[in-house]
T-cell receptor, first 115, second 111 residues
Framework: DVKVTQSSRYLVKRTGEKVFLECVQD?????MFWYRQDPGLGLRLIYF???????EKGDIPEGYSVSREKKERFSLILESASTNQTSMYLC??????????????FGNGTRLTVT | QKEVEQNSGPLSVPEGAIASLNCTYS??????FFWYRQYSGKSPELIMS????GDKEDGRFTAQLNKASQYVSLLIRDSQPSDSATYLC???????????FGKGTTLSVSS
């Protein structure tokens, strides 16, 4: 079974702090994704990566950056946390598939609260 | 902007009934379609995938796809209280693009 591990289940940070959310997958997947999920807004794509050192902006990249130095690890960085970044953050991975046929496998999520 | 539309619900059905969940999408280039189930406080888990027009059955679940109408649905037969969750529809675009999710339909099955 694919395992996607997010380093923290709950995190509380202060406004202005630099925050790192870590995600590791153990199935040698090329593709990795960061989403945030908020009530009424659903899952929104922040950034994704198709290979080491590659990154692509999703729908809401503002205020975030990412790092993919190793294939198995994809980090989400909040350069200066703000209260509107309080959310559930979900990491996911997938194989590259023909015609996008590869589903996502999600980690357990990190619930971040910024005070 | 690619869009995925789902009725937010809640959709309430009695135990043993059929639950019907619907999804429409705007990207005609979508090739693959996924249904995820998400329990409260948990992450989404894949329950069905469908790639061709028609029906695909897996146990109590049936996914239906009509690409001409840009419509995909999920039927849950013999609904159980354990099926109570939010169901997310996610069409994929061309290879190399990320999944876009609908906001989900909340299903409540009463015993």
């Amino acid at each position: 079974d694919v395992k996607v591990t997010q380093s923290s289940r709950y995190l509380v940070k202060r406004t202005g702090e630099k925050v790192f959310l870590e995600c590791v997958q153990d199935m040698d997947h090329e593709n990795m994704f960061w989403y945030r999920q908020d009530p009424g807004l659903g899952l929104r794509l922040i950034y994704f990566s198709y290979d080491v050192k590659m990154k692509e902006k999703g729908d809401i990249p503002e205020g975030y950056s990412v790092s993919r130095e190793k294939k198995e690890r994809f980090s989400l960085i909040l350069e200066s946390a703000s209260t509107n970044q309080t959310s559930m953050y979900l990491c996911a991975s997938s194989r590259p598939g023909n015609e996008g046929r590869s589903p996502l496998h999600f980690g357990n999520g990190t619930r971040l609260t910024v005070t | 902007q690619k869009e995925v539309e789902q009725n937010s619900g809640p959709l309430s059905v009695p135990e043993g009934a059929i639950a019907s969940l619907n999804c429409t999408y705007s990207d005609r280039g979508s090739q693959s379609f996924f249904w995820y189930r998400q329990y409260s406080g948990k992450s989404p888990e894949l329950i069905m995938s469908i790639y061709s027009n028609g029906d695909k059955e897996d146990g109590r679940f049936t996914a239906q796809l009509n690409k001409a109408s840009q419509y995909v649905s999920l039927l849950i037969r013999d609904s159980q209280p354990s099926d109570s969750a939010t169901y997310l529809c996610a069409p994929s675009g061309q290879a190399g693009t990320a999944l876009i999710f609908g906001k989900g339909t909340t299903l409540s099955v009463s015993s």
